[in-house]
């Protein structure tokens, strides 16, 4: 941990996780209001499925050339559809792809505290943990919600995105996770979303408190 003193040096990063519609991004969102920076790692994990990505080759290599779209982009429900049904798979693909998002993410966000140390910089990642990148945070968050409500929600969202899952697709994808139980033992403040937007933007408010706190 470091020192009071150090800390006035750079600005403060806070990891911000949980499981698959939790509420992650919308407590990210509701931060960003208040001034934090955000970096998503899901977007930069997006980033590297593109036509582009310097890791491409590794993924078809990896999950078949059926991956992908016309467009030489991986299509991600049909990546979705091999990592979530097999643990192998799933962990060749995080082995693929976690080091490039862990070196992203991290070096965006030292650059920005080194910059501004008043910054409050948001590194929203959901495998934070797992990858071994809270290690560099100065506060962990993380956000819960109940097995039925992260069910209910993905289900409504990915009906909302035109790719409509099973129950069993999404009940695959929370199982893949880390359960909460075991996140919250990292977290140095846990927000419960299960109730309103306004319950949620009260929980904000006092980590939002709680993290100029830390500044100080």
Known sequence: METATKRRT???IVGITGGIACGKTTVSDLLTEKGAIPINADEIGHQLLKADSPVIDE?????????????GDVSRKKLGAIVFQDKTARERLN????????????????????????????????LLIEAGAYETVDLIVVV?????TQ??????RSIAQGRPLTETEVQARIDAQMPLTEKVKYADVVIENEGTLEDLRRQVDELWQRIQEHKV
Not at 59 to 71: K, M, N, V, Y
Not at 97 to 116: K, N, T, W
Not at 144 to 148: G, H, K, L, R, Y
């Open 95 to 126: 082995g693929i792809l976690h080091p490039l998002i862990i070196q992203r993410s991290r070096g965006r966000a030292r650059q920005l505290v080194r910059e501004d140390p008043t910054c409050v910089v948001l590194l929203d990642a959901p």
């Open 144 to 148: 819960t919600a109940s097995p039925e």
């Open 151 to 156: 069910l209910r929600r993905t289900l409504e």
């Open 59 to 71: 993924l078809t290599d990896a999950f078949g050339g059926d991956i992908l779209e016309a467009s």
């Open 10 to 12: 750079r600005g403060t």
